[in-house]
Antibody
Framework: QAQLVESGGGLVKPGGSLRLSCAAS????????MSWIRQAPGKGLEWVSYISGSSSYTNYADSVKGRVTISRDNAKNSLYLQMNSLRAEDTAVYYC????????????????WGQGTLVTVSS | EIVMTQSPATLSVSSGERATLSCRAS??????LAWYQQKPGQAPRLLIYGASTRATGIPARFSGSGSETEFTLTISSLQSEDFAVYYC??????????FGQGTKVEIK
């Protein structure tokens, strides 16, 4: 059974930086695309970024492009999200998710989710 | 970007009754549609993928149907643990993945 545990959230001032981490277990991490999805307080779900198993492919939502970098360390079974130039609208719970399906063909979906880590951007 | 629209925003249902939730895509997503359940303070849980296939461990009272642009999630007989927010999600075209705004199923 896949387990995902996020960490690294917290309170940060506008313009600041934060690095989120996700520790994966229970599956062969390097075989899967991984993704970050966020949820602002009381709002719906918004995809943020994905990365392929070998790190060859990454992509970002327009709302974070240029400010966020996704990466992974397959030797450590870990996923990361480096967030810079943070804004108030980045305040959200950030979920680490595993993607299942034919990701390289453009049709896969998040099947396992971590419990989330809260990022609050406020002065 | 494909826009997903769910209706209704809130559904008031009594325990034991049937609940029908709708999701519409702004363009065809084939059968690449998933449904998630989210309870307060918890992460979303995968219920349905491929528009109609139940995920592992999901009770048979949950069923999904539809294709192209119109989809339905049906809960045949609501149990107390089913009161939650439900999201549809298209994965036919990424990036970006897009989600509906959610339907809250509440106790009548």
């Amino acid at each position: 059974q896949a387990q995902l545990v996020e960490s690294g959230g917290g309170l940060v001032k506008p313009g600041g930086s934060l690095r989120l981490s996700c520790a994966a277990s229970g599956f062969t991490f390097s075989d899967y695309y991984m993704s970050w999805i966020r949820q602002a307080p009381g709002k719906g779900l918004e995809w943020v970024s994905y990365i392929s198993g070998s790190s060859s492919y990454t992509n970002y939502a327009d709302s974070v492009k240029g400010r966020v970098t996704i990466s992974r360390d397959n030797a450590k079974n870990s996923l990361y999200l480096q967030m810079n130039s943070l804004r108030a609208e980045d305040t959200a719970v950030y979920y680490c998710t595993r993607a299942l399906g034919y990701c390289s063909g453009g049709s896969c979906y998040p099947d396992s989710w971590g419990q989330g880590t809260l990022v609050t951007v406020s002065s | 970007e494909i826009v997903m629209t769910q209706s209704p925003a809130t559904l008031s249902v009594s325990s034991g009754e049937r609940a029908t939730l709708s999701c519409r895509a702004s363009q065809s997503v084939s059968s690449n549609l998933a449904w998630y359940q989210q309870k307060p303070g918890q992460a979303p849980r995968l219920l349905i993928y491929g528009a109609s296939t139940r995920a592992t461990g999901i009770p048979a009272r949950f069923s999904g149907s539809g294709s192209e642009t119109e989809f339905t999630l049906t809960i045949s007989s609501l149990q107390s643990e089913d009161f939650a927010v439900y999201y549809c999600h298209q994965y036919n075209n990424w990036p970006p993945w897009t989600f509906g705004q959610g339907t809250k199923v509440e106790i009548k």
